[in-house]
């Protein structure tokens, strides 16, 4: 007895210890289910890539202290001009109300946490009227030391008068009584409204100035020429300090203040635009948006591309909400998941933004999670009842029995629990990929049910009154049990071989659908037949007859259908074999041009028809708005999440990389995919331009900066370690965004952030910022290094994989099921050349498959990447069934024609239910909400139908070719063929003649 049979025996001569065996060790493995979770960011994509490396170190090296665990939430207000003072104050009033609400006040940063053009207008208008004042009071101070010093010049002179007799005591007395009265009220007066510090500190300039004047005035009265006097000089001199002492130096907090980059309260801001009159409103916003030094215009960031610099209308311009992740998070747009925390605060800021008078878009990392999220659900919602009914419905043509459709749903459901269970296990998180997984088991699990169903149904009737429900389903175990397990291995296979992929979600999307196709296996071949023989026995010794027609079998429109691969493979086969030659060669030329894509736009779900929203109960999708809101942002403002960036690695304090970064800033900036600020610059920064900006506001840097560029090019050539030294001392937040400084006090990189267009491909920005890498790298002796990386580049490099993925799992699949079938046929009997033969169909179809892609521009991604091994996964199966069909029944009839008749209406027959329920199964992505899921949906169910094709239609044809030229011997004669299809279940195999197959 073969292996084949002796299992069957043992399946359905235990059927209840089976059943008890099975049943508990799905309840085991499914207890694995609550512990799936679920992760839809994007980084889960990314592989170790020395461009990913390279984003680490700078992530681990470069992220400020203000910028470290935040995450940013544009806020864009739109309409006719959204640059009124109404405009205005209606965005700080809604900042009000975002810093009212708990959810959204709570994960603020600390600084600066809500910045707009609104607060940077409203602070102009503060900082010019606190200038005002603090000018008039230093005006004031200044006047009353001027004051001081002629009063003094005064009391010296009276001093002099007394003294030379010129006027007696009593005068003297009373005028300088008189005079110190006059000092006093110049202080009183000099002083008002100054603190009790400030006075006192005003009074000690008084005094010096009294004293340095007195000194002045004994050397001008004894010199000729005291301006000459080298003493009188050096009093001057402390003159001028005592007066810095005593007006700047009083102020000195308030003028620092007027630096500070500390938002005075949201209701004094609103007061200052109110007070405005339209005159000043007009000039404040026409001086805070202007393009004079833009390298620092803050303002000029948040408003679009196509602002025109210091204009007073504008039909777009954005709010910045940075938001504190404590660390846990990542951004969300490109990268690490985000917390529930912060997705629910965004969508709370979303909520409020509705509600305003005045149109906002709301755009950030939590809002893009919530729709991944939200979509992932919603299509599993859609996709998953419809899938099941589908294939209870394709069940209900194919079988006609209820009985037996509630054993497939029973065991496509014990196929979930075993898939997902294992993913609980094994710790494999739920991604955006696994919506496939359902939909694809439910599909491969009932053509396994479909194909025992129908042979136990074919035997029953072979067998006849004296046949048994136990003796025919062994019979029928045996007989498609290899054919199932063949199928189960090479779709293993090709599941298996998207191991090689750098993609981990890819890979794991591998080891879980392999796992589940194990689990169908051992259902349907084990759990549900089982099932069946007990239900089956007891109904019928209840005088119910079990006993059904096979699908496909005793003629009908169906059998002659089926009958058109046979017919053809009979009549015009050469005309079958250049028809095929002639689409594969087209399908292989198309394949060469099919783009490969790894964007947010493949997650995001575009708006759900009309129609989904009368869907019943929970099924009913939610809004979405995030795929329109990106391309309004790409299209208008620069996206946080689009930078490149160049690392420049080694010894980063020679002058000469400086002068490379210098040329490779003017590279970028003429690049084509660079993003232009609205005053026509392109949006840099690197310690060039860190250090020209501190310059501009440091005399000391801006010194020390001149003195290092001895050659006046703009660029220092010189000393350039003192020069970060002295950055860091000035402003360690902005050197540490462009130059990382270890603990001990070595430069070892530096970068460049390019700002990127957001419409511009990973592509393009990868081929353009490679460029610029190559211009810093040193190609002398190597003393540092540069690399391109930065969100943008990443993804170019996950596409790349994803095309490796393609190529290298279509090889490994094809050559391991060619292996795998050449070994199998030649160890069952048949010639290893039969495996080939078996496989040439599938790789016609994975032509086929490719050259649609093609012509339907339909591109590789993440799910669409897997489509060739999953054609030779899910194709050969069909091949398989018909190749040993078609070798059992040309064993027992002895005729080519009619062991081909026999095939394709009998197995083909179970294909084509197995086939139709698994491309309705995947059809009903199609109406999934995610984009990538939809193009999944349509191309595996292409796939199916052109592997479906091959195997009843070019497979035929392949087979007799092989029959004639390396097959047994046995008779063409057409005359010979019988002309009714006999309902063989097996292959018509003998209990005695088991060991044959």
Same mark, same amino acid.
């Given at each position: 007895?073969?292996?084949?049979?002796?299992?069957?025996?043992?399946?359905?001569?235990?059927?209840?210890?089976?059943?008890?065996?099975?049943?508990?060790?799905?309840?085991?493995?499914?207890?694995?289910?609550?512990?799936?979770?679920?992760?839809?960011?994007?980084?889960?994509?990314?592989?170790?890539?020395?461009?990913? $490396?390279?984003?680490?170190?700078?992530?681990? &090296?470069? !992220?400020?202290?203000?910028?470290?665990?935040?995450?940013?939430?544009?806020?864009?207000? +739109?309409?006719?001009?959204?640059?009124?003072?109404?405009?205005?104050?209606?965005?700080?009033?809604?900042?009000?109300?975002?810093?009212?609400?708990?959810?959204?006040?709570?994960?603020?940063?600390?600084?600066?946490?809500?910045?707009?053009?609104?607060?940077?207008?409203?602070?102009?208008?503060? +900082?010019?009227?606190?200038?005002?004042?603090? *000018?008039?009071?230093?005006?004031?101070?200044?006047?009353?030391?001027?004051?001081?010093?002629?009063?003094? /010049?005064?009391?010296?002179?009276? *001093?002099?008068?007394?003294?030379?007799?010129?006027?007696?005591?009593?005068?003297?007395?009373?005028?300088?009584?008189?005079?110190?009265?006059?000092?006093?009220?110049?202080?009183?007066?000099?002083?008002?409204?100054?603190?009790?510090?400030?006075?006192?500190? =005003?009074?000690?300039?008084?005094?010096?100035?009294?004293?340095?004047?007195?000194?002045?005035?004994?050397?001008?009265?004894?010199?000729?020429?005291?301006?000459?006097?080298?003493? =009188?000089?050096?009093?001057?001199?402390?003159?001028?300090?005592?007066?810095?002492?005593?007006?700047?130096?009083?102020?000195?907090?308030?003028?620092?203040?007027?630096?500070?980059?500390?938002?005075?309260?949201?209701?004094?801001?609103?007061?200052?635009?109110?007070?405005?009159?339209?005159?000043?409103?007009?000039?404040?916003?026409?001086?805070?948006?202007?393009?004079?030094?833009?390298?620092?215009?803050?303002?000029?960031?948040?408003?679009?591309?196509? =602002?025109?610099?210091?204009?007073?209308?504008?039909?777009?311009?954005?709010?910045?909400?940075?938001?504190?992740?404590?660390?846990?998070?990542?951004?969300?747009?490109?990268?690490?998941?985000?917390?529930?925390?912060?997705?629910?605060?965004?969508?709370?800021?979303?909520?409020?933004?509705?509600?305003?008078?005045?149109?906002?878009?709301?755009?950030?990392?939590?809002?893009?999670?919530?729709?991944?999220?939200?979509?992932?659900?919603?299509?599993?919602?859609?996709?998953?009842?419809?899938?099941?009914?589908?294939? @209870?419905?394709?069940?209900?043509?194919?079988?006609?029995?209820?009985?037996?459709?509630?054993?497939?749903?029973?065991?496509?459901?014990?196929?979930?629990?075993?898939?997902?269970?294992?993913?609980? #296990?094994?710790?494999?998180?739920?991604?955006?990929?696994?919506?496939?997984?359902?939909?694809?088991?439910?599909?491969?699990?009932?053509?396994?049910?479909?194909?025992?169903?129908?042979?136990?149904?074919?035997?029953?009737?072979?067998?006849?009154?004296?046949?048994? @429900?136990?003796?025919?389903?062994?019979?029928?175990?045996?007989?498609?049990?290899?054919?199932?397990?063949?199928?189960?291995?090479?779709?293993?296979?090709?599941?298996?071989?998207?191991?090689?992929?750098?993609?981990?979600?890819?890979?794991?999307?591998?080891?879980?659908?392999?796992?589940?196709?194990?689990?169908?296996?051992?259902?349907?071949?084990?759990?549900?037949?089982?099932? $069946?023989?007990?239900?089956?026995?007891?109904?019928?010794?209840?005088?119910?007859?079990?006993?059904? +027609?096979?699908?496909?079998?005793?003629?009908?429109?169906?059998?002659?259908?089926? !009958?058109?691969?046979?017919?053809?493979?009979?009549?015009?086969?050469?005309?079958?074999?250049?028809?095929?030659?002639?689409?594969?060669?087209?399908?292989?030329?198309?394949?060469?041009?099919?783009?490969?894509?790894?964007?947010?736009?493949?997650?995001?779900?575009?708006?759900?028809?009309?129609?989904?929203? $009368?869907?019943?109960?929970?099924?009913?999708?939610?809004?979405?708005?995030?795929?329109?809101?990106?391309?309004?942002?790409?299209?208008?403002?620069?996206?946080?999440? /689009?930078?490149?960036?160049?690392?420049?690695?080694?010894?980063?304090?020679?002058?000469?990389?400086?002068?490379?970064?210098?040329?490779?800033?003017?590279?970028?900036?003429?690049?084509?995919?660079?993003?232009?600020?609205?005053?026509?610059?392109?949006?840099?920064?690197?310690?060039?331009?860190?250090?020209?900006?501190?310059?501009?506001?440091?005399?000391?840097? &801006?010194?020390?900066?001149?003195?290092?560029?001895?050659?006046?090019?703009?660029?220092?050539?010189?000393?350039?370690?003192?020069?970060?030294?002295?950055?860091?001392?000035?402003?360690?937040?902005?050197?540490?965004?462009?130059?990382?400084?270890?603990?001990?006090?070595?430069?070892?990189?530096?970068?460049?952030?390019?700002?990127?267009?957001?419409?511009?491909?990973?592509?393009?920005?990868?081929?353009?910022? /490679?460029?610029?890498?190559?211009?810093?790298?040193?190609?002398?002796?190597?003393? #540092?290094?540069?690399?391109?990386?930065?969100?943008?580049?990443?993804?170019?490099?996950?596409?790349?994989?994803?095309?490796?993925?393609?190529?290298?799992?279509?090889?490994?699949?094809?050559?391991?099921?060619?292996?795998?079938?050449?070994?199998?046929?030649?160890?069952?009997?048949?010639?290893?050349?039969?495996?080939?033969?078996?496989?040439?169909?599938?790789?016609?179809?994975?032509? #086929?498959?490719?050259?649609?892609?093609?012509?339907?521009?339909?591109?590789?991604?993440?799910?669409?990447?897997?489509?060739?091994?999953?054609?030779?996964?899910?194709?050969?199966? =069909?091949?398989?069934?018909?190749?040993?069909?078609?070798?059992?029944?040309?064993?027992?009839?002895?005729?080519? #024609?009619?062991?081909?008749?026999?095939?394709?209406?009998?197995?083909?027959?179970?294909?084509?239910?197995? %086939? %139709?329920?698994?491309?309705?199964?995947?059809?009903?992505?199609?109406?999934?909400?995610?984009?990538?899921?939809?193009?999944?949906?349509?191309?595996?169910?292409?796939?199916?139908?052109?592997?479906?094709?091959?195997?009843?239609?070019?497979?035929?044809?392949?087979?007799?070719?092989?029959? /004639?030229?390396?097959?047994?011997?046995?008779?063409?004669?057409?005359?010979?063929?019988?002309?009714?299809?006999?309902?063989?279940?097996?292959?018509?195999?003998?209990?005695?003649?088991?060991?044959?197959?």
């Amino acid at each position: 007895m073969s292996v084949p049979d002796r299992l069957a025996d043992a399946i359905t001569s235990h059927t209840r210890i089976v059943l008890v065996v099975l049943v508990l060790s799905t309840a085991l493995v499914g207890a694995g289910m609550p512990m799936v979770d679920d992760d839809s960011s994007l980084s889960q994509f990314e592989g170790e890539s020395e461009e990913a $490396k390279a984003l680490e170190r700078i992530d681990e &090296n470069f !992220t400020s202290e203000q910028e470290e665990n935040t995450t940013r939430v544009q806020v864009i207000a +739109r309409g006719d001009n959204v640059l009124t003072r109404e405009s205005l104050l209606s965005s700080l009033e809604f900042q009000q109300e975002l810093r009212a609400n708990e959810s959204v006040n709570s994960t603020l940063a600390e600084n600066q946490s809500i910045t707009g053009v609104e607060n940077l207008v409203a602070i102009s208008a503060i +900082r010019s009227e606190e200038a005002a004042e603090l *000018n008039e009071t230093s005006a004031r101070l200044e006047s009353g030391l001027n004051e001081t010093v002629g009063l003094q /010049r005064q009391y010296e002179q009276l *001093n002099a008068s007394s003294e030379n007799g010129s006027i007696n005591q009593s005068e003297y007395r009373a005028r300088s009584a008189e005079l110190e009265a006059q000092f006093d009220a110049v202080v009183e007066n000099a002083t008002d409204g100054l603190t009790a510090n400030q006075t006192a500190q =005003y009074e000690s300039a008084v005094r010096q100035a009294r004293e340095i004047e007195s000194q002045r005035f004994e050397i001008r009265s004894a010199t000729e020429n005291p301006t000459e006097d080298p003493e =009188y000089q050096r009093l001057t001199e402390r003159l001028e300090g005592v007066y810095r002492n005593g007006t700047a130096g009083v102020l000195e907090a308030e003028y620092a203040a007027l630096q500070s980059e500390e938002q005075p309260p949201l209701d004094e801001q609103i007061a200052a635009l109110e007070d405005l009159s339209d005159e000043e409103y007009e000039r404040t916003l026409e001086e805070t948006l202007s393009s004079n030094d833009s390298d620092d215009n803050f303002a000029i960031a948040l408003m679009p591309t196509s =602002y025109d610099p210091g204009s007073t209308t504008a039909e777009a311009r954005m709010t910045s909400v940075t938001q504190a992740t404590d660390g846990d998070s990542a951004e969300g747009m490109g990268g690490g998941a985000v917390s529930e925390r912060i997705i629910d605060s965004q969508l709370d800021i979303r909520e409020l933004a509705e509600t305003q008078t005045q149109d906002y878009l709301v755009f950030g990392g939590g809002l893009i999670t919530d729709e991944i999220d939200r979509s992932m659900g919603d299509s599993l919602a859609i996709v998953g009842p419809l899938a099941l009914l589908f294939v @209870v419905a394709a069940l209900l043509v194919a079988y006609r029995d209820p009985l037996d459709i509630v054993l497939g749903v029973v065991g496509i459901v014990a196929v979930l629990v075993w898939t997902f269970g294992f993913m609980g #296990w094994a710790g494999i998180a739920f991604n955006q990929m696994f919506v496939a997984v359902p939909v694809l088991l439910i599909g491969l699990s009932i053509d396994y049910a479909i194909h025992v169903f129908m042979r136990h149904r074919e035997q029953r009737e072979t067998d006849g009154t004296s046949g048994t @429900v136990r003796g025919s389903m062994t019979t029928a175990l045996a007989g498609v049990g290899a054919a199932l397990v063949w199928v189960t291995a090479t779709t293993v296979i090709g599941f298996l071989s998207n191991l090689v992929s750098p993609i981990a979600p890819i890979r794991e999307f591998g080891i879980v659908s392999s796992v589940g196709i194990v689990a169908a296996l051992i259902v349907f071949g084990a759990l549900i037949p089982a099932a $069946k023989v007990e239900i089956d026995e007891l109904l019928e010794a209840r005088g119910i007859d079990r006993r059904k +027609r096979a699908f496909g079998t005793g003629g009908g429109p169906f059998s002659e259908i089926l !009958t058109v691969g046979s017919a053809a493979a009979r009549r015009i086969p050469l005309v079958i074999i250049l028809l095929v030659a002639l689409l594969t060669v087209g399908g292989a030329y198309g394949a060469t041009q099919v783009d490969t894509s790894f964007q947010e736009e493949d997650f995001l779900a575009d708006s759900p028809p009309e129609w989904t929203q $009368k869907l019943p109960g929970g099924m009913a999708p939610g809004e979405y708005h995030a795929k329109d809101d990106l391309e309004y942002v790409n299209e208008h403002f620069q996206r946080q999440d /689009r930078q490149a960036q160049i690392l420049v690695e080694g010894n980063v304090t020679d002058p000469a990389v400086l002068d490379e970064i210098d040329d490779a800033r003017e590279s970028a900036a003429d690049s084509g995919v660079a993003y232009t600020l609205a005053t026509g610059e392109a949006d840099i920064q690197d310690p060039l331009s860190t250090m020209e900006r501190v310059a501009g506001q440091n005399e000391s840097f &801006n010194e020390s900066f001149t003195a290092a560029d001895t050659d006046d090019d703009g660029v220092p050539d010189e000393n350039v370690s003192a020069l970060y030294d002295q950055l860091f001392e000035i402003d360690a937040e902005s050197a540490s965004q462009v130059v990382h400084r270890t603990d001990s006090g070595e430069y070892q990189s530096t970068r460049m952030v390019i700002a990127v267009q957001g419409d511009a491909t990973s592509a393009e920005t990868t081929s353009e910022m /490679r460029d610029v890498a190559g211009g810093i790298e040193d190609g002398s002796d190597d003393r #540092w290094s540069a690399i391109a990386t930065g969100d943008p580049i990443v993804s170019y490099i996950v596409e790349q994989d994803l095309l490796d993925t393609v190529l290298e799992s279509l090889i490994i699949t094809l050559v391991a099921v060619f292996l795998f079938l050449t070994v199998a046929y030649r160890l069952t009997g048949n010639s290893a050349s039969l495996g080939a033969v078996t496989l040439l169909p599938v790789a016609f179809s994975v032509s #086929w498959i490719l050259g649609t892609m093609y012509l339907i521009g339909m591109p590789f991604n993440v799910l669409t990447g897997m489509i060739t091994s999953l054609t030779v996964g899910l194709g050969v199966a =069909y091949s398989i069934h018909v190749s040993a069909r078609y070798t059992l029944e040309l064993e027992r009839q002895g005729n080519v #024609w009619s062991a081909l008749r026999t095939t394709v209406t009998g197995t083909g027959g179970a294909l084509l239910g197995s %086939a %139709a329920t698994t491309v309705g199964g995947f059809g009903t992505l199609a109406f999934a909400i995610l984009p990538a899921l939809r193009q999944f949906g349509i191309i595996t169910g292409l796939t199916i139908t052109y592997a479906f094709l091959a195997s009843v239609v070019v497979l035929p044809t392949l087979l007799v070719l092989w029959t /004639r030229y390396f097959g047994p011997d046995v008779s063409f004669d057409a005359s010979g063929a019988r002309t009714v299809t006999p309902t063989a279940s097996d292959g018509g195999v003998e209990p005695d003649r088991g060991d044959d197959e």
